[in-house]
């Protein structure tokens, strides 16, 4: 009789341990460099030194959403820049996403790939047509969920995150990365 009550105690300290199993990781860096800059020849490391100026620029009531700072890797193909891929992470509801933004030389995006995605429900951002709205859009952009980039039902935390998280870098490339004229 006393063994009906183990069985539930049982199921639920089995939980934590599949929840924290879950994870998937679908790209490593190396791939997403590649996926978006076939034609490099190399891919240069940017080591990221904000000023303070800079820093409450780009955080604006957002420092919450990246929860490490972003790797930046300038593509090249001999000495031309071919463009930036940007890896960064958000937390989606309660869980850490990983994701690569390449941008081209002037800025617009040519690619948003999710590396490792930890979340039990969400994944949906994964989805090509979901990522392809991203496509050609800048710092000029609105980036806003539920404005110029769509929601997916179930998804709605991953999304708003990723997209929060996506308009942060564009904002990083716009005051940081982009060469200045002179």
Not at 123 to 130: K, N, S, T
Request: aromatic residues 8%.
């Amino acid at each position: 009789m006393q063994l009906r009550w183990l069985i539930p105690l049982g199921a639920a300290a089995a939980l934590p341990a599949y929840h924290a199993a879950y994870a998937v990781q679908y790209l490593s860096v190396e791939q997403a460099q590649r996926a978006a800059f076939a034609q490099a020849d190399g891919f240069v490391d940017v080591p990221l030194a904000l000023t303070e100026a800079q820093r409450r620029a780009l955080d604006q009531g957002e420092a919450a959403l990246s929860i490490s700072a972003p790797k930046i890797w300038q593509a090249r193909a001999g000495q031309k820049n071919l463009g930036w891929l940007i890896v960064d992470q958000v937390i989606g509801k309660a869980e850490a996403i990983s994701y690569a933004l390449a941008l081209d030389a002037d800025g617009k995006i040519i690619a948003l790939d999710v590396l490792e995605y930890r979340e039990t429900h969400g994944a949906e951002i994964r989805l090509p047509a979901w990522r392809k709205q991203f496509l050609g859009k800048t710092a000029q952009y609105p980036l806003r969920l539920d404005n110029d980039i769509r929601n997916i039902s179930g998804a709605t935390l991953s999304c708003r995150h990723l997209t929060d998280g996506v308009r942060r870098l564009v904002q990083l490339y716009a005051q940081v990365l982009k060469p200045t004229s002179g």
